[in-house]
């Protein structure tokens, strides 16, 4: 099975922009979520997708959100970009059970905020 | 409070040695735990995942999880290089039908050839 797949790997974006990020879970996985890695921080919990719906979110300003899409495929959208979002922001995946929380990290995407 | 917390390290230990990886954490409804190995510049890999009290092992590592103590450890037997990375406790926090995993903030492990 292939895992899970995040695109673009590396980004550079200036103060005040925004940026998507993209996510493609493991097949037949319908649960992804998101993190923020930072060296301060450590991992973040941004939100949770689950079948198209939010079903948990982090303590993260109105200017992160993201989506889910029908074949479980995830973006992320951060917009009027700070020097401070600079991190990398992991995509994982879970079957979504309740009987398992079991979740696979993608590679991650490297933004860098200028 | 950080819910999950971990031995921040770093710790060495000589290869062939047993590596011990501690985590507490503070919430009591916590089922499910999980421990993730990071490679410098790598995502986190699942390498073991405990629900229930006791000792779970799989190969070279073995979790343990004590619920009365809200303690949760790895040990690594026979310690190799490549185990040299950071290691990430994480517990399933729930909030009513909300779920999400919390991190520690992870253990640097050096095994020394």
């Known amino acids: 099975k292939a895992g899970v797949t995040q695109t673009p790997r590396y980004l550079i974006k200036t103060r005040g922009q925004q940026v998507t990020l993209s996510c493609s879970p493991i097949s037949g996985h319908r649960s992804v979520s998101w993190y923020q890695q930072t060296p301060g921080q450590g991992l973040q919990f941004l939100f949770e997708?689950?079948?198209?719906?939010?079903?948990n979110k982090g303590n993260f300003p109105g200017r992160f959100s993201g989506r889910q899409f029908s074949n479980s495929r995830s973006e992320m959208n951060v917009s009027t970009l700070e020097l401070g979002d600079s991190a990398l922001y992991l995509c994982?995946?879970?079957?979504?059970?309740?009987?398992?929380?079991?979740?696979?990290f993608g590679p991650g995407t490297r933004l860098t905020v200028t | 409070q950080k819910e999950v917390e971990q031995n921040s390290g770093p710790l060495s230990v000589p290869e062939g040695a047993i590596a011990s990886l501690n985590c507490t954490y503070s919430?009591?409804?916590?089922?499910?735990f999980f421990w993730y190995r990071q490679y410098s510049g790598k995502s986190p890999e699942l390498i073991m995942s405990i629900y229930s009290n006791g000792d779970k092992e799989d190969g070279r590592f073995t979790a343990q999880l004590n619920k009365a103590s809200q303690y949760v450890s790895l040990l690594i037997r026979d310690s190799q290089p490549s185990d040299s990375a950071t290691y990430l406790c994480a517990g399933l926090i729930s909030s009513g039908s909300a779920r999400q995993l919390t991190f520690g903030s992870g253990t640097q492990l050096t095994v020394l050839p």
């Open positions: 997708y689950f079948s198209e719906t939010q079903r």
């Open positions: 919430d009591r409804g916590s089922q499910s």
């Open positions: 994982a995946s879970s079957p979504g059970l309740l009987s398992s929380y079991e979740q696979y």
